[in-house]
């Protein structure tokens, strides 16, 4: 199933696109998203692995489930105020 | 108790924003602790014209309120306004303001620290420097 993770700021910048997709094996996880960007961005794998995924607004664990209807995002790096 | 969150476009006005609204509460705040951050015009040795924010939301207001409950609760607290900038703010302006109302200073200067902190660490919200 194809999942879709939203990215901000300067990753956005760097990967010059504001989503990125990936395929992963049902049922997947938060861990599996992270083991998917890894694979498919090779040059960013140490980054991928270990960033933290949101789903549906909220951080998620690595356990937790992740179906195509969620709303996944990549929150790295932030830093308001 | 209460809480205010507020994410609003361009730079924020001189003008707070206010959680509390009823009297009562409003004659327990013993200390109101106010802390505004304004956009610095050199970063590093190079001239900013203006930062550039971006905010995922709602993730940014629900992560927003969902923190400053937890340091209402935590600190007892009597209430807490967060105003932040999305968008673009010119050097020199406000674009994050954090209002802490309390019956004594203690805890609201120790929540305030907290609050930054974990703002800082949690909430997605993004600044790019635009340099002149």
Not at chain 1, 31 to 58: E, G, I, W
Not at chain 2, 3 to 14: A, F
Not at chain 2, 59 to 74: E, G, P, R, Y
Not at chain 2, 105 to 130: G, N, Q, S, Y
Request: hydrophobic share 50%; charged share 20%.
């Amino acid at each position: 199933m194809t999942i879709r993770v939203l990215i901000f700021g300067a990753l956005a910048r760097e990967m010059s696109c504001k989503e990125l997709v990936v395929d992963v094996c049902a049922p997947a996880t938060v861990r599996d998203v992270n083991m998917s960007l890894a694979a498919k961005f090779p040059h960013k794998n140490t980054f991928f692995q270990s960033a933290r995924l949101a789903v549906n607004h909220a951080f998620a664990m690595p356990d937790a489930p992740v179906q195509p209807t969620d709303e996944v995002a990549l929150i790295e790096l932030v830093g308001g105020g | 108790m209460s809480v205010l969150i507020s994410i609003s476009q361009g730079p924020l006005s001189s003008e707070r924003l206010l959680a509390l609204h009823s009297a009562s509460a409003a004659h327990a705040v013993g200390a109101t602790v106010v802390f505004e951050g304004i956009v610095r015009a050199n970063e590093q040795g190079r001239t900013i014209r203006a930062l550039s924010y971006e905010a995922y939301e709602p993730m940014a207001t629900n992560s927003l309120t969902q923190l400053a409950n937890d340091i209402l609760f935590k600190h007892a607290l009597i209430a807490i306004t967060v105003e932040h900038s999305r968008g673009e703010v010119a050097a020199g302006e406000r674009s994050f303001r954090l209002t802490i109302d309390s019956a004594h200073r203690k805890e609201a200067l120790a929540a305030m620290d907290e609050f930054i902190d974990r703002m800082k660490r949690d909430v997605p919200i993004w600044k790019t420097a635009i340099y002149i």
